[in-house]
């Protein structure tokens, strides 16, 4: 199994210019997530998904939009990219929440999408 | 809103043992995540606790006290691969179920 796989690895924008992230997980997960990492921060949630067929906000939406093609893929798109938006973003998925505790709960992570915009 | 605090930077010798404290503000509070993150890689986790007390996992301990809105991640006989970024995170229900990590604690271990 491959995870949680993410493309491409790197990328440099232009302002202005447009691109989509791809995410794509094979672990059968309902919840797919798409995170942001600025340097020495932690991350913040733009978008998710629980299900396919639906999206959600998270705390920093603004500047993104998402699509969950299916239930392995979960895209990113910046429409037209400004240097704010140079950032490390993460995918990930996750399964059902067990209630109580311990392993069953945790976010797997894609190796990340390294973006500046210049 | 939400919020959480921990520790920006901790230093520990190898073999110690060392405390990450988390401190949480925030409603429709389902559980709280540990993960950890070494440079240049993703995050993986390492612990949840949705209830009160501790979950011991190998060398890696993580408690919660819902009532004080705390936790904390407890890592013992500390090894120089342990220095990392460690992140607490919150999963609540609030608009939709969310994950809202903290800006994580960076551990440096020292020989």
């Known amino acids: 199994n491959a995870g949680v796989t993410q493309t491409p690895k790197f990328q440099v924008l232009k302002t202005g210019q447009s691109m989509t992230l791809q995410c794509a997980q094979d672990?059968?997960?309902?919840?797919m997530y798409w995170y942001r990492q600025d340097p020495g921060m932690g991350l913040r949630l733009i978008y998710y998904?629980?299900?396919?067929?639906t999206t959600d906000k998270g705390e920093v939406p603004n500047g993104y939009n998402v699509s969950r093609l299916n239930k392995r893929e979960f895209s990113l798109r910046l429409e037209s990219a400004a240097p704010s938006q140079t950032s490390v973003y993460f995918c990930a998925s996750r399964g059902p929440l067990v209630v109580r505790w311990g392993v069953g709960n945790e976010q797997y992570f894609g190796p990340g999408t390294r973006l500046t915009v210049t | 809103g939400q919020s959480l605090e921990q520790p920006s930077e901790v230093t520990a010798v190898e073999g110690a043992i060392v405390q990450i404290n988390c401190t949480y503000q925030?409603?429709?509070?389902?559980?709280l995540s540990w993960y950890q993150q070494h440079d240049g890689g993703a995050p993986t986790f390492l612990s949840y606790n949705a209830l009160d007390g501790l979950e011991e996992t190998g060398r890696f301990s993580s408690f919660l006290s819902r009532s004080d809105s705390y936790g904390y991640l407890l890592l013992q006989e500390l090894q120089m691969k342990d220095s990392a970024s460690y992140f607490c995170?919150?999963?609540?229900?609030?608009?939709?179920?969310?994950?809202?990590f903290g800006a994580g604690t960076r551990l440096f271990v020292k020989a």
């Open positions: 998904s629980a299900s396919e067929g």
């Open positions: 672990m059968n997960h309902n919840s």
């Open positions: 925030t409603s429709g509070f389902y559980g």
């Open positions: 995170a919150v999963e609540a229900m609030t608009g939709g179920f969310k994950t809202i």
